[in-house]
T-cell receptor, first 111, second 108 residues
Framework: SQTIHQWPATLVQPVGSPLSLECTVEGTSNPNLYWYRQAAGRGLQLLFYSVGIGQISSEVPQNLSASRPQDRQFILSSKKLLLSDSGFYLC??????????FGPGTRLTVL | KNEVEQSPQNLTAQEGEFITINCSYSVGISALHWLQQHPGGGIVSLFMLSSGKKKHGRLIATINIQEKHSSLHITASHPRDSAVYIC??????????FGKGTRLHILP
């Protein structure tokens, strides 16, 4: 069966510090991978999606970036965090545009 | 105008009540998703449907493609059903767009 992992579960970082959130999927090959953010009081927002290794599409201009170094690994990064980057970050996978399966999420607080 | 509208935004009901959450959209779609987000933040995909009706336990989802409307029903609601329910669908560029969610609170 397929599983999706995200870490860390929670993170508190100062403004201006770097960020690296990792997401890995097991039990499937060549999934579509997604990064979403849910800011306080707001809905889910798609940040990045990837249909294959090294293929990243950005949905929202921001100081975040994503990389997919391996088929089932998706990384969300920032060189310098902003206060507005605080939120709940969710990784998801799907086969093509079928049902998306979400990871447990990372709660990021930028102080 | 938002492409996905959910109603109501908030809903409080007594245990056992029949619950209906609505989702209207303005884009042509191939399928629509209903998601459940628990207080801790974790999200579970409940249904993906492209026509008609699907049932899973006490949950029923219906969709009317012509009217661009979907409903999520919960029969015999229980406090553990308390969560945020989110409607999501791919837009014309095949990106997933989300409704703002319906916060459901079932009182014991």
């Amino acid at each position: 069966s397929q599983t999706i992992h995200q870490w860390p579960a929670t993170l508190v970082q100062p403004v201006g510090s770097p960020l690296s959130l990792e997401c890995t999927v097991e039990g499937t090959s060549n999934p579509n991978l997604y990064w979403y953010r849910q800011a306080a009081g707001r809905g889910l927002q798609l940040l990045f999606y990837s249909v294959g290794i090294g293929q990243i599409s950005s949905e929202v201009p921001q100081n975040l970036s994503a990389s997919r170094p391996q088929d089932r690994q998706f990384i969300l990064s920032s060189k310098k965090l902003l206060l507005s980057d605080s939120g709940f970050y969710l990784c998801a996978w799907s086969i093509l545009t079928d049902t998306q399966y979400f990871g447990p999420g990372t709660r990021l607080t930028v102080l | 105008k938002n492409e996905v509208e959910q109603s109501p935004q908030n809903l409080t009901a007594q245990e056992g009540e029949f619950i209906t959450i609505n989702c209207s959209y303005s884009v042509g779609i191939s399928a629509l998703h209903w998601l459940q987000q628990h207080p801790g933040g974790g999200i579970v995909s409940l249904f993906m449907l492209s026509s008609g009706k699907k049932k899973h336990g006490r949950l029923i989802a219906t969709i009317n493609i012509q009217e661009k409307h979907s409903s999520l029903h919960i029969t015999a609601s229980h406090p553990r059903d308390s969560a945020v329910y989110i409607c999501a669908l791919p837009n014309r560029d095949d990106k997933i767009i989300f409704g703002k969610g319906t916060r459901l609170h079932i009182l014991p």
